[in-house]
């Protein structure tokens, strides 16, 4: 009984408490997880679209920031190296469903996917010189060069005698050398 | 008096109001991170069996049908699997839901169809295997829903079970005791709690079990003020978290989603109301009602929460009484998580650790995608053990007793240098020295490839060079003199260059070696991924090195493609427990090498399974051939190593003990057996090498001769060369080639 009467006089009391709080009201508590933070980040707490950092490459082999939105300023895009189309795997295989997303990643402007589904791709069919190729023109439109360049050499290595694929793979390696 | 016990108490409220204002307002669930195996790839010709599918499925909690009319569902026979993905969101993009028919053909998928909804179908990938968590200090694991995601069911019967007044009270509930009270006279048993959803929030958020009267005041209290700020939706969402619903070792399960994942092996949405009503009924003792301990009394409990929710409406009686009729469902076991992996998590762990402190991967709910491939990791585990066994040599009256003979092995995709598996020791699951990342030993011969890289890569070489495999002694700078030996203590004169390696000739190698400089040599094994820098003692070219399996996995897998390194990985993407991208890392490969040069190495460790050291495993590897590979042996016979590699996959094998001691193997006797039992096991897949255009073969006669005397070609052998540096004419039996024959040659394969 006695619980009784403090809880409703401490209600009561409470009720006048509020009052003077004017907190504004969170969202849902269910929240899940805030973005990773950093060793060695600059600000201790920075949400990842300012997150713009660079990595000692070490294995693994690439710690790339990817802004979460594809409009925070990307570098500007490379002239595309033209790919043609009618090398890509014919229709209905797994090579050709994904290079269509490779594409659509490209057009949505979020190249790193691009670069994700072209290796998918590439644990599928590894010795597919074009798929290393695209590999390769992804990079360079990325900028960086070291690694478009060793992935034109290994789609080089796998052109065999497509002599189509050979000259294009090597116009895009002259490109990479004048950067 | 009374006044400053009012004032007392009026400080006491606006302390609890602040503090629970500040506390639930941030709440913040400190989140394990989670990390995942490479998902399963479906598509015509992948390799995988339907014995392979179906296992994943079943570890990814799938549930058998007959038929298959929702996601998490699947039917097999034994060429046939259908089922229903659940899709994920990866990294890559969003993976749909979908009904696939895959058809096998012994190892490999034959084909694949969807349905009318799905059409045709190319590629399914399946939600990735969570092998691993890093969990936070506090134990505790949950899986954070949003309660617009939690099944009406679930919510109705927590409702009717726990606090049938929840939307109607202000967080503490005088009525509900009574009736609770009354209820449970007449039930015989407590059957409903006093205590609201409210209450028991703050006694789980607040972690505490005291019972004093002053404890429960403030229990009150802080219910009174969460229900001030803020709504029932938000705190019966945080409920729905936060609820303490069982203990799987140290760790805590929180919340109704995981415990799906627990109980069932399924997520929350696919659960059937019988299922749902277990866990309604957990809150109250989730060990005394653990439904795999206490199956009676969870069965008991489950149909109380039914009873309950029928009487209030929320479901029909007939409802009930068919959910009531189900037998308890929970999988046997929690979902399995293998062995834990310890080799290859410490492996990501040595990876994150660049990127990401302890704290955000213990609490911020990271998505780790790692590349372990399960089908290869854990048919591994399953053989490691036993193979090791079958070429222990027992101790002896000449070899004392000491640690067992310990191993490591690390499988590497031969193309991209994705780790596939790794074993740090024999034992699968064993948490301690991992050797396959820190047994840091000589490497013997494995070392010779890099020693004949480097002479090809002068251009003094061929394959048919002749070498010297006699008695030699080098002065050393320091003053002493090194005096190599073979193996066997024989010598055997001239012979060419291939032979040696395949035959493994130190003295040989040593003449090679001493002429292309040892400089060179350890600059080539640089180039390959050695990751130390060794002085160039002469005894570097015997392999003098010390390296770790992983290390050596690095440098075999720049052979394995081609002269192309491609720095090892274990850890593919991150992203935060939304799915969101955090980090990439790539592949990345740098040619290192001339295809040329590395065709011609290539050819002559073909030739190491062909005819030289591992032929003692061509009738095991009929199916496998052409590999390439190098057993390595050190000093005293303390290390037995075997690298090789198909067209697929890259192994490496250590064998050897913790003190050093002999072991009684070489790389031959211990090693490869190891090596060809697990890799036969994985269906290593041949290599396929076709030459480069600037290569050509020329018929050799078998015998080298160092002048054209003597020259016999009646036995020849065909051996590459690259165009404009044939062999000495001394040895070479065909001078006239027509155009046709190289052409021939040019487009030959490399299978000899």
């Not at chain 2, 740090?424 to 890099?450: D, E, Q």
Request: proline share 6%; glycine share 8%; with cysteine.
């Amino acid at each position: 009984m006695m619980t009784r009467i403090s809880v409703l006089l401490l209600l009561s009391l409470l009720s006048a408490c509020a009052s003077y709080s004017g907190a504004s009201r969170p969202g849902a508590p269910v929240s899940t997880s805030e973005p990773a933070s950093v060793r060695d980040a600059a600000e201790p707490v920075a949400p990842v679209q300012e997150a713009a950092r660079s990595f000692p490459v070490q294995v693994p082999p690439q710690r790339v920031d990817i802004p979460a939105q594809p409009e925070t300023a990307p570098p500007p895009p490379e002239p595309v190296p033209e790919t043609p189309r009618e090398r890509a795997a014919p229709a209905g295989t797994p090579a050709s469903t994904l290079l269509a997303s490779v594409d659509q990643a490209i057009a949505d402007g979020d190249l790193e996917r691009a670069a994700a589904v072209s290796e998918r791709a590439l644990r599928i069919s590894p010795r597919d010189g074009y798929l290393w190729y695209r590999l390769a023109s992804i990079r360079y439109q990325q900028q960086r060069y070291g690694e478009a360049e060793g992935f034109a050499r290994r789609a080089l290595s796998f052109a065999g005698n497509d002599g189509d694929l050979s000259r294009e793979i090597n116009n895009l390696l002259g490109q990479i050398s004048q950067r | 008096m009374v006044l400053l016990l009012v004032a007392a108490i009026a400080i006491w409220c606006v302390w609890i109001d602040y503090k629970i204002r500040r506390d639930f307002s941030a709440l913040q669930w400190a989140l394990p991170a989670r990390l995942y195996a490479r998902p399963v790839e479906l598509y015509a010709g992948a390799h995988l069996s339907a014995a392979d599918l179906t296992d994943t499925l079943q570890r990814l909690g799938y549930r058998e049908a007959n038929q298959v009319n929702e996601p998490g569902e699947y039917n097999a026979s034994s060429s046939r699997v259908r089922l229903w993905t659940r899709g994920f969101s990866f990294w890559d993009g969003d993976e749909p839901s979908v009904y696939v028919d895959v058809d096998f053909l012994g190892r490999r998928v034959n084909s694949l169809r969807g349905n009318e909804a799905t059409g045709e179908l190319a590629l399914a990938r399946l939600e990735p295997v969570e092998i691993a968590q890093i969990n936070p200090d506090t134990g505790e694991d949950r899986l954070p829903l949003a309660l617009s995601d939690v099944p009406e069911h679930l919510v109705n019967a927590v409702i009717a079970v726990e606090d049938q007044r929840f939307y109607s009270h202000v967080g503490v509930d005088p009525i509900g005791i009574a009736r609770a009270f009354v209820t449970n006279i007449r039930a015989g048993s407590i059957v409903q709690g006093g205590s609201t959803l409210t209450q028991q929030l703050i006694k789980n958020l607040y972690l505490t079990e005291e019972q004093t009267l002053r404890r429960k005041i403030e229990e009150a209290l802080m219910a009174l003020a969460l229900e001030l700020h803020f709504s029932k939706d938000e705190i019966l969402g945080a409920y729905m978290n936060e609820i303490f619903l069982g203990q799987d070792g140290n760790r805590a399960i929180h919340g109704f989603a995981l415990a799906a994942e627990h109980y069932f092996g399924r997520p929350l949405d696919e659960l059937e109301l019988d299922e749902l009503a277990l866990l309604a009924g957990l809150p109250r003792g989730a060990s005394f009602y653990h439904p795999r301990r206490n199956p009676e009394r969870a069965t008991d409990r489950r149909n109380v929460v039914l009873a309950q929710m029928m009487n209030q409406g929320f479901i029909t009686q007939q409802q009930m009484e068919q959910a009531q009729a189900q037998e308890l469902s929970v999988s046997a076991r929690p979902t399995q998580r293998g062995s834990g992996y310890p080799a290859f998590m410490d492996l990501v762990r040595n990876d994150l650790s660049r990127d990401y402190d302890a704290d955000a991967l213990q609490t911020e709910g990271l998505r780790i995608f790692t590349t372990l491939d399960l089908r290869v990791q854990n048919t591994m585990e399953a053989a490691l053990g036993d193979a090791v066994a079958a070429v222990e040599v027992p101790d002896g009256p000449d070899r004392p007793a000491g640690d067992p003979l310990e191993a490591a092995m690390v499988i590497t995709d031969a193309s991209t240098g994705d780790i596939r598996a790794v074993a740090g020791s024999r034992r699968p699951g064993y948490t301690g020295f991992n050797r396959a990342l820190r047994a840091v030993r000589p490497i013997g011969s494995l070392v010779k490839p890099a020693v004949v890289l480097t002479a090809l890569e002068s251009g003094d070489f061929t394959l048919a060079s002749i070498l010297s495999d006699a008695p030699v002694t080098i002065a050393l700078d320091n003053g002493d003199s090194w005096s190599p030996r073979n193996y066997d203590n024989q010598m055997y004169g001239d012979v060419y260059l291939y032979d040696s390696l395949q035959r493994s000739l130190n003295l040989a190698t040593v003449d090679m070696g001493m002429k292309v400089g040892v400089a060179d040599v350890v600059e080539t094994l640089r180039e390959l991924g050695l990751e130390s820098n060794p002085p160039p003692f002469p005894s570097v070219l015997l392999g003098s090195v010390n390296m770790s399996p992983l290390n050596v996995a690095q440098m075999y897998q720049t052979l394995a493609s081609n002269g192309f390194r491609s720095p090892l990985r274990a850890v593919e993407a991150v992203t935060t427990g939304t799915g969101e991208r955090l980090a990439r890392y790539g592949i990345e490969t740098q040619q290192v090498a001339d295809p040329a040069d590395m065709f011609l190495l290539e050819w002559a460790m073909q030739g190491v399974f062909e005819r030289g050291t591992a032929r003692n495993m061509i009738n095991r590897l009929d199916n496998n051939l052409p590999l390439a590979g190098k057993t390595g042996t050190t000093n005293d016979l303390r290390d037995s190593w075997f690298a090789g590699y198909g067209s697929d996959l890259v192994g490496v094998v250590w064998l050897g003990h913790d003190d050093n001691r002999e072991t009684g193997l070489t790389g031959s006797s211990g090693a490869l057996r190891v090596w060809t039992d697990i890799m036969g096991r994985l269906d290593i897949q041949p290599r396929q090498s076709f030459a480069p255009s600037d290569i050509v073969f020329q018929r050799v006669a078998e015998q080298p001769v160092r002048s054209g005397n003597g020259l016999d070609c009646s036995t020849a052998v065909m051996l590459p060369f690259r165009a404009g540096q044939l062999p000495d004419p001394a040895t070479r039996c065909d001078n006239t080639d027509t155009l046709l024959d190289t052409l021939i040659d040019r487009v030959r394969n490399l299978n000899p």
